[in-house]
Structure formats: C-alpha cells, structure tokens
C-alpha cells in the first residue's frame, strides 16, 4: 500500500496529540480540553466544533500558540476526513501563530509540516511534500516521529522519481532501526521498492520477504497491507498468479482494517489479474466502494463548513448584541464629541483662512514647476531621444543620404518649436512609426514588429499616438544604449477595450528595476500612467527583459 508511510504517521499522530498533547503554563480555555476529550471518543465532529470555538477563546485572550494548536488539530480532522483543500488551508493558517524562535512551539510546527507534507503527497505535489517533511523533520523532538518524517521525506523523492536521494536516506536510516521492528521492516520495505524502480533489473523480493517475516510476527496489519501490494506489483508481469495470490492478501488485510482508499487499491490490482467472472464482482464493488468514499468525504466537507457557518453566525450575533450594548452606553459620550466637534470645526476654520494666501502661492509655484518638468520631458522625448535616433538612423545606414538627414534634423526642429504649443503634427503616422522601428535594426540587432498593421492605429487618438511613438522610442534607445541584446520583438495586440504593445529582448536585462530608474524609465511611467494605462517590466525567463504596456483605446486626451 503506497501510502501506507503516511496512514501510519497519522494514526501515530491522532495517539500522541489527543494523549500527550504539549503542556504549557496557560491551561485556561474549556473548549480546549472537551475538544479533546470528543477525539478521544472518536466524535470528529464534535471535536471540530470545539477546537473551532477554543481558536476564537484564544483569538480573545491573544494566544497565538493556542491559536495555531487549535488550528494544526482541525487540519488533521479535515485531512482524515478527506478534506484535503480544506486542510491545507488550515494547516497553512497555523504557520502564521506557531513561533519558530520559540521551542514550546517546535512539537506543534513539526505535526503540522507532516500534515501539510501528507496533503501535498496526496495531491499528487510531491517537490512541495518534500519541503514540509524537511520542516517536520527540522522541528521534531521525538526520535520515532523524526524516523516516520524521515521515511515520508525518502518516498516522496521516490514519487518524484529522485530515486538516488530515495535510496541514500533509506539506507542511511536502516542500521539505525532496530532489527525486527517495526520501523526496520517498513524501512527495508520502501527501500527495495527505491531499488527496484531505480533498477529494473534488481530483485527486491529477498528483502520483502524479510519485511513480510517481520511484520507478521509484529502483527502489523498496515505494514502488510504495504509488503503486499509490493509484491503484488513486482510480480504483476513477471508471474501474475504470484500478483494475483498477494492482491487477494492485500484485499484482505485492507477489509480487517477497514481501510477504503486500501481495499480500492487492492481490487484496482485484482481486476486486470482474475478470472473475467470474478474481475466483474470486483469491478462492482470497487464502483461501490468508491462512490461511498467520494459521497462521505462531500458530506464531511460540507459538515466542517456548516460547522464554521454556524459557529460564526453565533459570534456574529453575540457581537451584534454586544455593538448595540455599547451604542447605548455611548449615546452620551456623542453628545459631548459633537460639541467638540463644533469647537474644532471653528478652530480648523480660523486656522485655514490664514492659511489659505500661504496654500494659493504654493499652488502657483507648484504649477510653475510641473509646467516646467512638462518641457523637461518634452525636452527630453523630442529633442535628446530624437538626436539619437538620428545618430542611430546613420549608424545603421552608413548610405544614408543628407537630404534626409536633413530632413529628419527638420522634423526635429519642427517639433521643438511646437513644444511650447504642445502640438506635433502626426502625419502618416503609420510608416512614421514603422520606419522608427526600422532604424533600429542592424547587422548586430534585429527588431521584429510582429502584428503591426495599418488598423492598428485606427481609433486611437492622435495624442495617444505621439505619446506611444516617444514611449517606445524611448525603449528603444535604452535597449540601444544597455541591453546588448542582438534580437528584440515588438508584438501589437488591439481589441475593442486596450492596445497592446509587448517588447522583449534577449539581452542583459535589468537588476535592481527600482534603483535604476532613470529619467527616461520615470518618464515612460508617467505618460503611461497619465494615460491610465498599465506597464510591466519582468525579467525574460529564457534572458533579457519583457516589457508589456496597456492603454484604453477609448481614451481621447493626454
């Protein structure tokens, strides 16, 4: 049974918590203890209930330990009962009120990590399952408890199929079991698996047989369920009346332990191995059986979530009486707040007509100065991006001809002049922006524009344009300055909602975005805040940088 490691460790758990729980100075909360006392008795839904109600008596007397205790007991409740999403979540709550620095809490952290490192495994996470068993294992006090962690860790790498790292635990864990025990033979177990799944060839049955020998000797009904259907599984090609022989063995085992999830993978082994007569009862029952699991674990779902409806509607109400209590106390008080509100409000009255002559003229040189960082980046995006694409236009076209370098040096000054007005004309602005693009592209550097069509800029305002061209001009000079990146991609992407306009490069990228913010990069953010639109910069995965921006299409004015 492959998931024996872990029924085990919970069965192991539900012992040591509801017996030996960690004992503390503060021992004050009722619910605390009946919620144990119920999992004793085995009514699971009453002990939810009751650690549920002991969390919000800690919540109160600002226990965080007794918060995350209560938290890490419901997440095992949920767990045996199925939930497994439902768990986690709890489970992952009581991290946040068990104190690693504090060693009362180690006990607790431990049980949790394995709970969580239990869920993960079953929900087929196995690198995160991994991670919690370390945790567990890092936090747990009780060499047994360390010895279940230590195995759950080995075959959740076997899972994983990191069969080496598998096998190096396990055999680093076998001498220090005692032979004959329990834990040697579920040790020895596990590891001839690793060894047979890391080598097809290798012949685990010796040691399997020996794991068998000991554990029905110790009667350990889970520890045979697993050696079974081991064997099940090893002689299933090789000798099927030998797998067949053992999935009966396991089946049976699985029945006199009650086990659901056991007796499903058994009759899973039993239906391809019997006769077709016999494989069609199987069939059935394994259709029951698993019908009945899914149903009863949907009902305990549903049963932990009523139980957390209920309990908060009764604290809801609770609080709502006790709001109403203390508005009535506190009618009075009002009285006397509204005439301080009065007198305040005729202070702050006083206080703000003197004021205001100091506000006016900080307003006035506060508009002096953003006009005047307006023309900055003007400045900024005309004249100082557009001598450099000049620069680069040359670069890259050493033919180029002075007529238009003349006229390019034109434009620039056209530009320049209009600043002042904030007008520049955008004429053809579709080949404009392409050959933009273009005079980027060289031998070195090749710049990709991938979707741009002459629709792209239907609909979008002239403003909005002119503020894209110097946006992407601007990327444009940056990735020519730093990036050293030898392919960029332009892609453009246009709905009825946004235009879209996706840069990626393979060059250096950028580290540490925020302490290298230049003023073209300040600029960039804020046209494109300006213009409610929305840009990212990410690192490319496969290197160099991603840079996506977003605009409302609908937008008129910048």
């Known amino acids: 049974m492959k998931n024996f490691p872990l029924l085990l460790f919970l069965f192991l758990l539900i012992i040591s ?15 605390y203890e009946k919620a144990f006392d119920y999992k004793e008795e085995g009514k699971t839904d009453s002990s939810f209930l009751y650690f549920y109600k002991a969390k919000d008596v800690f919540f109160q007397q600002k226990d965080s330990f ?33 104190n690693e620095n504090n060693t009362l809490n180690h006990t607790y952290l431990s049980i949790n990590y394995n709970t969580l490192g239990m869920l993960s495994s079953k929900l087929k996470d196995y690198k995160k399952a991994i991670e919690f068993y370390k945790k567990a294992i890092s936090f747990s006090q009780d060499s047994i408890n360390k010895n ?45 698996l690793a060894k047979y799944l890391e080598n097809p060839n290798y012949n685990p049955v010796p040691e399997y047989q020996k794991a068998l020998k000991i ?4 009667k350990d009904n889970w520890g045979l369920n697993s050696t079974y259907a081991h064997l099940s599984d090893y002689y299933t090609e090789k000798e099927p009346d030998s797998a067949l022989f053992y999935a009966h063995k396991m089946y049976a085992v699985a029945k006199e332990l009650q086990s659901p999830d056991d007796q499903m993978e058994a009759l899973q082994k039993l239906i391809p191995l019997d006769n077709l007569q016999n494989s069609k009862k199987y069939f ?24 957390r409806y209920e309990t908060e509607k009764n604290k809801t109400s609770l609080l709502a009486a006790k709001a109403e209590s ?103 602005f579709y080949s404009r922006f ?34 894209l061209y110097y946006i992407i001009r601007e990327i444009l000079v940056n990735m020519k300055k730093h990036s050293k990146a030898t392919l960029v991609s332009l892609k453009f992407e246009k709905n009825k909602k946004n235009i879209t306009i996706k840069y990626t490069d393979n060059g250096v990228g950028i580290n540490n975005l925020e302490n290298k913010k230049g003023t073209g990069i300040r600029n960039t953010e804020n046209r494109i805040e300006v213009m409610r639109g929305d840009i990212i910069f990410e690192k490319n995965p496969n290197g160099g940088l ?8 609908h937008l008129k004015y910048v």
């Open 17 to 31: 918590c509801s017996k030996n729980p960690p004992k503390e100075k503060k021992e004050t909360n009722a619910f």
């Open 66 to 98: 007794g918060i995350g205790k209560c938290l890490a007991n419901l997440a095992i409740i949920q767990e045996t009962k199925g939930d497994y999403f439902g768990s986690q979540e709890t489970g992952l709550s009581a991290l946040k009120y068990l």
């Open 148 to 192: 279940i962690y230590t195995t759950n860790l080995a075959n959740n790498y076997r899972r994983n199929k990191n069969y080496k790292t598998a096998i190096e635990i396990l055999s680093y864990s076998l001498p220090k079991a005692s032979e004959n025990s329990n834990s040697y033979s579920r040790i020895l177990d596990n590891l001839a």
């Open 215 to 218: 554990r029905l000797n110790e």
């Open 284 to 307: 059935k029952i394994y259709q029951n059986l698993s019908d009945s699991v899914q149903t009863a674990r949907n009902k305990a779902k549903n049963q932990f979530a009523m139980i």
């Open 326 to 428: 203390t508005e009535r106390q506190n009618h009075i008080i009002k009285q006397y707040i509204i005439i301080g509100v009065i007198i305040t409000i005729l202070i702050v009255l006083v206080l703000w007509f003197t004021k205001r002559q100091q506000r006016l003229q900080q307003e006035k040189l506060l508009e002096i100065k953003n006009t005047e960082l307006k023309y900055s980046k003007k400045v900024h995006d005309v004249v100082a991006n557009g001598l450099y694409h000049t620069m680069i236009e040359i670069e890259n076209q050493p033919d180029l001809d002075k007529e238009k370098i003349l006229n390019r040096i034109e434009k620039m000054y056209e530009e320049s002049r209009d600043i002042a007005h904030n007008r520049i004309p955008e004429k053809d």
């Open 434 to 467: 392409s050959m933009m693009i273009n005079s980027y592209s060289s031998q070195n550097q090749r710049i990709l524009a991938v979707g741009y069509k002459k629709d792209i800029w239907e609909n979008i305002s002239d403003n909005v344009q002119s503020e």
């Open 546 to 553: 991603i840079i996506q921006i977003t605009i409302p299409t």
